[in-house]
């Protein structure tokens, strides 16, 4: 079929587009790593009180949590604005706690700085030692890595013990047509999955968070 000089105008143009997308500038994107808690009906709040502090940064490269190496060459970092990593984690551990928390139940949960609380029962606190998300553009595909390494530590009023809990995951994903939200996202779930074992690997017992004994 022969084609006309539109549409081969056309195919380069869509080509045109295409390179120059597989290409990094070195730009700098912003995540937005908050979630919207949903709404429930609170009836009946579990009487134990609980504060969670911004964890401390204590990554090997605080300048960014991650970036995208492009097919044809260059870079993409993507960032966090702020201290907005460390304060929303302990944000997004609040508000999971406070709609359906240990035991599915709702929990007396705030955020406070750092020594700023002395009435809690329990007080968590933590270390991010990683949190970080690489994607690789091939052609026709990226594949977007995540890793996160946590420690976490409750420092139980009643009887003065601690409980510590180390977390570690991650998640790969292969996308055809890559879009930062792919990042975005895949920070978000590995935070996610962070925080639900976290919740399956310890226990309110006496107002005080326990690890969960094994069987």
Known sequence: ???????VLG???VVATMLAGCRGTGEVRFLDLREKPPLVQVTDIEPVKIVIEPFDDRRADRSRVG????LWGGTTY???PGEQLTSGIAQRLADRLRTRGWGDRVWDVRVVQ???????????SGQVLDFSVTAKSRVLSTIVDTKSRFKVVAKNQTDNSTTIRNIEGGRSRTVFWFNPGDVQEQLSVTLKDGIERLISDTAIEQKALRPVREQ
Request: with cysteine.
């Open 67 to 70: 970036l995208r190496t492009h």
């Open 114 to 124: 750092a020594g700023s609380v002395t009435d809690a029962d329990i007080v968590i």
């Open 1 to 7: 079929m022969k084609q006309t000089p539109l549409r």
């Open 78 to 80: 993507f960032n966090v």
């Open 11 to 13: 195919c380069t143009i």
